[in-house]
T-cell receptor
Framework: GDSVTQTEGPVTVSESESLIINCTYSATSIAYPNLFWYVRYPGEGLQLLLKVITAGQKGSSRGFEATYNKETTSFHLQKASVQESDSAVYYCALGNTGNYKYVFGAGTRLKVIA | DTTVKQNPRYKLARVGKPVNLICSQTMNHDTMYWYQKKPNQAPKLLLFYYDKILNREADTFEKFQSSRPNNSFCSLYIGSAGLEYSAMYLC?????????????FGPGTRLTVL
């Protein structure tokens, strides 16, 4: 079946430093799944951060960006300069065009320290 | 309003007793989902409603029931709770069941079975 593997947390980064959270996927039934990053801030539900549905393209939101790389089956999340308010749990997810379902990674907890 | 509400936020249940969790949304979304989330694991899809049609995952088919009396409400029912049901239960909704659709999540219900 499909699977998503992402950086195991917690990840601690100092404010204004750069961030990368790795995400790789395996989609056994389809060649080009849709890819998402969701974020859960403390006390809130998961919310969409960004999505990319076309291989080779980049999505961006709130200073974060991720590029859909079909050669390496990766969708790493990056930010050039993190802020304390970015402290949250980040989930990479795959949307399977064949069965209409999402598959999530286990999440990466990010803590940004001043 | 893009809020998905879940009640209760915390639930304590005894082994062998039934559990009923409630979710609501006012976005007029066609699809509502229930996920189970355990620590350090990915959210796992249990079932989803597309309009009035219930789709349950094969590996949890007999463990969870659901009802959707109207477009706004959806419940998750456990007939006889076991210790293994202790988890966070996430409800989500989306405009349709497409693999590209953004899902809107509630804050979750934390179920503890003793």
């Amino acid at each position: 079946g499909d699977s998503v593997t992402q950086t195991e947390g917690p990840v601690t980064v100092s404010e204004s430093e750069s961030l990368i959270i790795n995400c790789t996927y395996s989609a056994t039934s389809i060649a080009y799944p849709n890819l998402f990053w969701y974020v859960r801030y403390p006390g809130e539900g998961l919310q969409l951060l960004l999505k990319v549905i076309t291989a080779g393209q980049k999505g961006s939101s709130r200073g974060f960006e991720a590029t859909y790389n079909k050669e390496t089956t990766s969708f790493h999340l990056q930010k050039a300069s993190v802020q304390e308010s970015d402290s949250a749990v980040y989930y990479c997810a795959l949307g399977n065009t064949g069965n209409y379902k999402y598959v999530f990674g286990a999440g990466t907890r990010l803590k940004v320290i001043a | 309003d893009t809020t998905v509400k879940q009640n209760p936020r915390y639930k304590l249940a005894r082994v062998g007793k039934p559990v009923n969790l409630i979710c609501s949304q006012t976005m007029n979304h066609d699809t509502m989902y229930w996920y189970q989330k355990k620590p350090n694991q990915a959210p796992k899809l249990l079932l989803f409603y597309y309009d009035k049609i219930l789709n349950r995952e094969a590996d949890t088919f007999e463990k969870f029931q659901s009802s959707r009396p109207n477009n706004s409400f959806c419940s998750l029912y456990i007939g006889s709770a076991g210790l293994e049901y202790s988890a966070m239960y996430l409800c989500a909704s989306s405009r349709d069941v497409a693999y590209y659709a953004e899902q809107f999540f509630g804050p979750g219900t934390r179920l503890t079975v003793l």
